[in-house]
């Protein structure tokens, strides 16, 4: 399959990230488009790709055969069930973070994916960028030691009122918006959790608003903290026997790392980012379709089924239930 075709399901802000990173991927085009709002899906189709069909209906874009595979973009409610309904339709699926709001709702995701024989992967983009890859090879040239220490987060008070993050009928709050990359980061590095204590705060429409999570795991332990009234850098570190990295701030973009040696050796890595960073893991995306692959050795199912599970513990933590979901 030399050329890959892309559905898009929702045309917001992401989506259109996604649809500028395509153009810097060679093999990929856009196909077909689908947004409630019919308008807002014909002007995305003229603006990224005057041949997409626009769809009044997501089952209409999934019956389309020229349709290879789809990104998910819609809100985070939507993720899951839209992932199955592609799936049995036999798409491929790239589903952008998080995978599901919880385990419960990721598992018969993967379940499904594991019986289509579709490729399925999470749009966690972290470790796709030339950056972190760059960093994973230096750290395998020149180790720092058994990685035991994980810190990272970051908190924007500069949500507009009324956005969908702030809205729990649409699984809004931090942890799942901003939460799941430092989640993803303390996965890589240390494996799943095996314990997470949380403390934060809820805010007026009852998503979380600040979460400041400590977990242990396989092979050390992460301190991760996410919000949304409160302002906090995007720095990232990563701690080792024998030394230590900084990413620098908005780290889940990585471009700038700093490794620090015990030795006082220094080593600066600086990749600057090309397209809009959704390129790489688009591209990754699409070469695992060229090989059949129907899982990535990068992002593999166990780091979503690890993340999100770092996010539930934390939600439990905090008392926090969508209104959609039953109650015990």
Not at 14 to 25: D, E, Q
Not at 42 to 50: P, R, Y
Not at 233 to 253: D, Q, T, Y
Not at 291 to 320: C, F, N, V
Request: proline share 5%; charged share 20%.
């Amino acid at each position: 399959m030399e050329n890959i075709r892309f559905g898009i399901i929702g045309t917001g802000n992401i989506a259109r990230r996604f649809a500028y990173g395509l153009t810097h991927v060679s093999g990929a085009t856009l196909a077909a488009v689908w947004n409630r709002n019919r308008a807002k899906a014909n002007a995305f189709a003229i603006e990224f790709g005057s041949t997409a069909a626009v769809y009044d209906s997501v089952e209409a874009l999934l019956a389309d055969e020229h349709v290879d595979a789809v990104y998910i973009a819609t809100p985070h409610t939507g993720h899951a069930p839209l992932a199955a309904a592609a799936l049995t339709a036999g798409k491929h699926v790239l589903c952008e973070k998080p995978a599901a709001i919880s385990l419960d709702e990721l598992d018969p995701v993967l379940a499904l994916a594991r019986t289509s024989g579709k490729l399925f992967m999470e749009a966690m983009k972290p470790p796709f960028y030339p950056l972190y890859r760059e960093l994973r090879a230096q750290l395998a040239r020149d180790p720092i030691g058994e990685i035991r220490f994980v810190r990272a987060g970051f908190a924007n008070p500069n949500v507009p009122t009324g956005h969908a993050v702030l809205d729990p009928l649409l699984a809004g709050g931090g942890l799942l918006d901003i939460g799941i990359y430092s989640a993803f980061l303390a996965v890589d590095w240390l494996g799943a959790a095996k314990d997470v204590q949380t403390l934060g705060r809820l805010g007026a429409s009852g998503v979380d608003t600040f979460a400041s999570m400590q977990s242990q795991h396989e092979h050390g332990i992460a301190q991760i903290y996410c919000g949304l009234d409160t302002s906090g850098s995007g720095e990232a570190l990563i701690g080792g026997a024998a030394g230590h990295v900084v990413i620098a701030e908005k780290w889940w973009n990585p471009s700038r790392a700093t490794v620090f040696y015990r030795d006082g050796r220094k080593i600066d890595i600086d990749m600057p980012i090309e397209g809009s960073g959704l390129n790489y893991e688009t591209a990754h995306f699409c070469e695992l379709i060229r090989h059949g692959k129907t899982e990535s050795p990068i992002l593999p199912h166990a780091h979503s089924r690890a993340m999100i599970q770092i996010i539930d513990a934390a939600r439990a933590g905090l008392g926090l239930r969508f209104p959609f979901e039953a109650q015990d």
